[in-house]
């Protein structure tokens, strides 16, 4: 449990923030949840919302001198890969520049020993030539991931980096998942929204409850090896055709309105393996969340939400 240990969390007003903020409360964890704005997000006992733009480099200075955090769950950034195409030096400096002026406040206010992990992503690709970069968004999780483990690097910082596959749950995720639920509770109010684009049946992904997620979060933050690149994921892919199939089997409309079409940005219509969370699962994790549950998740906060179109 957490013992009242302090734990700053970035993107704290994001889909995974949100749960991630409250989960680490619940275990007893001091949590400033670091946020550009507190407007309609709820009041949760053990977490005091803190004001600030990450790219505020003196401003994320007086972050980290006001919470001396023992652990940062760094979740903040972008991560639209169609927007990167539009802003990609916007999405540089966000997920790039923003996880070094946490490394630097952390030396400036001597808290080497402060663990920090950085969420990077699956999409990124590797940084040995040839290149082979598939859009802005992927560039920019990979100079971070790269930068944040060089900087641990120089200046011995308890860096980890934590690499989640596709997470679901109650929530305002922008994931395919909750469109598609979005879409669904749509049709089942009788609205006639336009057929919902898969990217195709065959595309494949790993899809794990972002709770679960979650405590894969914290475990690494205690246990986690400082340097290591760490895979958060379910360890079982699921098509985007099986995605729907399950989702039919919770709802009483019977024509979801699909359209496949190809992967877009690089996405393989294959994958060619699933990767396996055996580094968490040694370090006690195991997922423990049902894949029919989050479905339901989704589809009943949707629901309850009252947002119908997708």
């Not at 950034?77 to 490394?103: A, F, H, R």
């Amino acid at each position: 449990m957490g013992d009242g240990a302090a734990v700053l969390v970035t993107g704290a007003g994001g889909f995974t923030g949100r749960h991630a903020s409250r989960r680490l409360a619940a275990k007893g964890y001091n949590v400033f949840a670091l946020v550009r704005s507190e407007a309609g997000l709820p009041a949760i006992e053990g977490v005091e919302y803190v004001i600030c733009d990450l790219t505020d480099k003196v401003g994320v200075k007086r972050v980290i001198d006001r919470t001396r955090p023992q652990f940062v769950l760094h979740l903040g950034g972008k991560n639209s890969v169609p927007d990167s195409w539009s802003e990609p030096l916007l999405y540089i400096e966000t997920n790039v520049m923003t996880t070094l002026y946490l490394l630097d406040g952390l030396l400036a206010f001597g808290l080497e020993d402060t663990r920090i992990l950085v969420v990077g992503s699956r999409l990124k690709f590797g940084l040995d030539r040839p290149l082979h970069p598939t859009h802005p968004y992927g560039l920019s999780k990979s100079l971070q991931e790269a930068a944040a483990l060089a900087w641990g690097k120089l200046y011995r910082l308890s860096v980890m980096i934590a690499e989640p596959g596709n997470l679901i749950g109650a929530g305002p995720s922008t994931g395919v998942c909750s469109l598609l639920a979005r879409h669904i509770v749509g049709l089942e109010r009788g609205e006639a929204p336009p057929p919902f684009l898969l990217s195709s049946a065959e595309a494949r992904r790993d899809f794990l409850d972002v709770r679960d997620a979650v405590d894969a979060y914290e475990i690494l933050l205690r246990k986690g090896e400082v340097g290591e690149v760490y895979p958060v994921c379910s360890g079982q892919e699921r098509s985007l055709a099986e995605l729907a199939e399950d989702f039919s089997q919770l709802t009483e409309v019977a024509d979801l309105k699909l359209m496949m079409g190809r992967p877009s940005g690089g996405e393989p219509l294959v994958s060619t393996g699933p990767l396996l969370p055996e580094a968490l699962q040694a370090l006690g994790w195991r997922s423990s969340l049902a894949w029919e549950q989050s479905l339901q998740d989704v589809l009943d906060y949707f629901r309850k939400e009252g947002t119908a179109s997708s």
